[in-house]
């Protein structure tokens, strides 16, 4: 599916990158589990005597399980295209790096092969790539791993109207509201007052996620 959809972008288009805007996922508390770390204050035995133990991702739970909370629902907005993936033809991308494809065929032709349009953009060139349609076609769950210390403080930053952001995946209602403007404010909240700051993605919850468990239940055994 994903391959067709590649080839239509490619063939029909005629587009060489399709690019994602990118945020931080968050980690779903209810598949977090308790650890130590001596390596990181906020983690040690000594601290955990009088505060919150840090947690940790679970063995047993796949990344695509873990990180399925976006605190910045789809369709996100132009901002972070900033902190874009992609995926490209490496025959049109010469060189890329990190977020971006630096140098492209279209950018590295020699002037007497442009029939005087030499000057060129190569990163916004709207004729060769493009962004994804987040609702109607594809999303990127970012899924950087949170840190066991960024969990220590989750008592007093997911709570509505905390200082600074909650780094634990609470989700929200399906159907709330997401505001641009408001999601920094911490005040997002289920039909309870309960707080919550992100929001799964049910087509990964019910398709992606139980095809992912069956492919790696089949690794090793020659299916």
């Known amino acids: 599916r994903v391959g067709r959809r590649l080839d239509g972008v490619d063939g029909e288009e005629g587009r060489k990158v399709l690019k994602f805007r990118s945020t931080r996922a968050r980690p779903l508390l209810s598949t977090l589990v308790p650890t130590f770390d001596e390596g990181a204050k906020e983690c040690t035995h000594e601290m955990a005597k009088h505060n919150n133990q840090c947690l940790v991702k679970r063995e047993d739970r796949t990344y695509l399980e873990t990180y399925n909370c976006e605190y910045i629902k789809s369709p996100k907005p132009e901002r972070f295209a900033r902190a874009m993936k992609q995926f490209y ?92 403007a408001l999601h920094t404010k ?17 087509k990964v919850e019910k398709y992606w996620l139980p095809k992912l468990k069956d492919a790696l239940s089949n690794v090793g055994s020659g299916v």
Not at 129 to 155: C, M, N, Q, W, Y
């Open 89 to 180: 033809r490496p025959d049109f991308v010469l060189s890329h790096f990190v977020h971006y494809s630096t140098v492209t065929t279209d950018l590295a032709t020699e002037k007497r092969h442009t029939k005087g349009k030499f000057i060129q953009d190569a990163t916004t060139n709207l004729k060769l790539e493009r962004f994804v349609d987040e609702i109607e076609e594809g999303v990127l769950i970012h899924a950087k791993t949170t840190v066991p210390a960024e969990t220590f403080s989750r008592d007093k930053m997911c709570k509505p109207n905390a200082p600074s952001h909650c780094m634990v995946g609470i989700p929200c209602p399906d159907d709330l509201p997401f505001s641009d």
């Open 186 to 202: 911490n005040v997002f909240h289920n039909e309870k007052g309960e707080f919550c700051n992100c929001w799964t993605n049910r």
